[in-house]
């Protein structure tokens, strides 16, 4: 008897299924019927497998196969015939360890290597056998059979067994059809479940920042002309401060490509800029206070239009870091990198917040192109006159980035930004002048940058980056008057360093400041005399994979560009909650 159809293997129980189809090909090879069998495929319910392994005993002899009732048995291997994968009998009694079915079963285990046993390589068998575990491990046993036979090791197989086999096979078909209804209908359940795997999820991620922060000094600082008007310096406000700042990110996906993101904010964390040390130089990178007044601070949608090609779309809150390589590897982060505005990174990147796109093009696998467009907040949603999306102040970014290598990043970046009230150039993050170098007069710059990163090793990288700004009054009374604003700073990154998931940096560099301006307003020139310095260290000690204390110290030379200003300090210790 040859066999050329399909057939289906089904052990059902509890909505454990195992599944086996198979095509059993006869051939004649040098005279004689040789079967060879293809497994389809196989899916074992891991709980009915596991039930089978746990029954398996461990016999102290081998059973010889040839004392089992073997009723009109073959004589050769070449005229085994009817052999089939064994099929579910639900309604049949256990198996115990004295049949003779039970012992024929663990003879061929143990002569094939069928069931390797428990996962900590017990092998145990004091107890007797479902019909459904039974079956797992003959059906198991015919697979391994089913490859010595498909793989030309035929004869690795003895006759015995294979008349064996037919037999057990035999006495376990009287159920085939009445599960085979039941298979049918799981083979559509699971063919819907294998085209719908993914389903739209929304995912909460929260951040909790306490910070403890003060600011200490001799006085306030003044500026160049205020100090050539002489102003006094009125006292620095150095109590130390408690506060807050709460993030809940709900990101969802509906392709499981993208992410559609709204984020509500909270936080009462007084910023140390002009009001509280006379300079934004010692602002905080996480500052913020809306008396922690709960908000959308962020609202966007980020999606993919190919393989190489992503969109970033927001409403509310774009940032360029968001999207754009900045390359301040562990510095960039505001709850867990550098605790300054500045020293966080490049202040190119700060030319705007709000509204926006942005579309990363990636090149090639070195080079990726970046083009973005944000406005201000508060100012995209806003139709009156001089303000908007295309009527208002706007920036606009460009930049290649190379990465050759896994350890070395080169970013080449263009911004041009347009103020309406002169304010914001520098994303306050520099002097006073070179955030507003025309005092309040319309203002379009246009800023270029060089930043550079390189892993010298697992635990050493340094970040580095330059920046030159033109920028250019548009009033009709200050027309035409140009400031050159410049700023450069190097990140030194110790990850790992004490040990594994803690962090070490500094930062040194001199934040913008205005070296050249034609503006001239009475004594005022809005130009600073001399150069300031930015100094940071801070240590990130990771406590578990949800709690990181960092502490750390800014200190601002020659703060607002006035070497007549005594130096600031900014002790921080900042306490991040993620879950």
């Known amino acids: 008897m040859k066999f050329d159809n399909i057939c ?3 052990i059902s129980r509890n909505l454990n299924v195992i599944k086996i189809d198979f095509l059993l090909i006869s051939t004649r090879c040098e005279g004689t019927f040789v079967q060879k069998f293809w497994l389809n495929s196989l899916l074992f319910s891991p709980a009915i497998l596991g039930l089978f392994i746990v029954a398996l005993p461990a016999m102290g002899s081998e059973v010889p196969l040839n004392q089992a009732p073997t009723t009109n048995q073959p004589s050769s291997f070449s005229s085994a015939e009817n052999i089939e994968q064994v099929t579910s009998v639900s309604q049949l009694s256990d198996v115990k360890p004295t049949d003779w079915a039970f012992q024929a079963l663990q003879s061929l285990v143990e002569r094939y290597g069928c069931i390797a046993g428990y996962p900590n390589q017990t092998y145990r068998g004091n107890r007797g056998l479902t019909r459904y575990e039974f079956a797992a491990g003959l059906n198991a046993c015919l697979d391994q059979i089913n490859q010595l036979i498909a793989t030309s090791t035929a004869d690795l197989v003895n006759k015995e067994d ?4 037919q037999k057990l096979q035999e006495e376990y078909t009287a159920e085939l059809q009445t599960v085979r209804g039941r298979v049918d209908a799981l083979e559509a359940r699971s063919a819907t479940l294998e085209s719908q795997q993914f389903s739209i999820t929304t995912q909460l991620r929260g951040e909790a920042v306490f910070a403890l922060a003060g600011a200490f000094g001799s006085d306030r600082a003044i500026n160049s002309d205020a100090q050539n008007r002489g102003d006094t310096r009125p006292e620095l406000d150095e109590n130390v401060i408690f506060a807050d700042r709460v993030r809940l990110n709900f990101d969802s996906s509906f392709t499981g490509k993208d992410r559609l993101r709204v984020r509500l904010q909270a936080r009462n964390i007084t910023s140390f800029n002009t009001g509280v040390t006379g300079t934004n130089q010692t602002r905080l990178g996480f500052d913020g206070n809306e008396s922690n007044n709960v908000s959308v601070s962020a609202l966007f949608y980020r999606f993919p239009v190919s393989d190489s090609t992503t969109f970033n779309i927001a409403t509310e809150g774009l940032e360029y870091i968001d999207e754009v390589p900045a390359l301040s590897r562990n510095f960039d982060s505001s709850g867990s990198g550098a605790l300054s505005r500045f020293g966080r990174y490049n202040p190119i990147y700060r030319a705007a917040e709000g509204p926006g796109i942005i579309i990363n093009q990636k090149l090639n696998n070195a080079l990726t192109l970046t083009a973005g467009y944000v406005v201000p907040s508060g100012v995209g949603n806003d139709p009156s006159n001089g303000r908007g999306l295309f009527n208002g102040s706007y920036s606009a970014l460009g930049q290649l980035t190379f990465q050759p290598t896994s350890e070395l990043s ?13 304010s914001g150039v520098t994303g306050s993050t520099g002097t006073g002048f070179a955030n507003n170098p025309f005092n309040g007069a319309r203002t379009s710059v246009n800023n270029y940058s060089v930043t550079g990163n390189y892993k010298l090793s697992p635990k050493f990288t340094i970040t580095a980056w330059g920046s030159y700004a033109n920028a250019q009054a548009e009033n009709t009374d200050v027309a035409r008057s140009n400031a050159e604003i410049w700023n450069w700073a190097v990140q030194l990154g110790f990850p790992d360093f004490g040990r594994k998931g ?3 940096g500094i930062v040194f560099g001199v934040p913008p400041y205005v070296a050249d301006n034609q503006f001239v307003s009475g004594n005022n020139r809005r130009q600073d005399d001399d150069i300031s310095y930015h100094l940071e260290a801070f240590y990130r000690y990771k406590l578990n994979d949800n709690i990181a204390i960092t502490p750390g110290l800014i200190t601002i030379f020659n ?9 600031i300090y900014v002790g921080v210790v900042r306490t991040t909650f993620t879950f």
């Open 502 to 504: 803690n962090f070490g």
């Open 410 to 422: 080169l970013a080449f970046t263009y911004v041009n930004a347009y103020y309406t009230d002169g």
């Open 162 to 165: 294979l008349a064996t086999l």
């Open 8 to 10: 289906d293997l089904a």
């Open 559 to 567: 703060p607002e560009g006035n070497s007549n200003n005594s130096n």
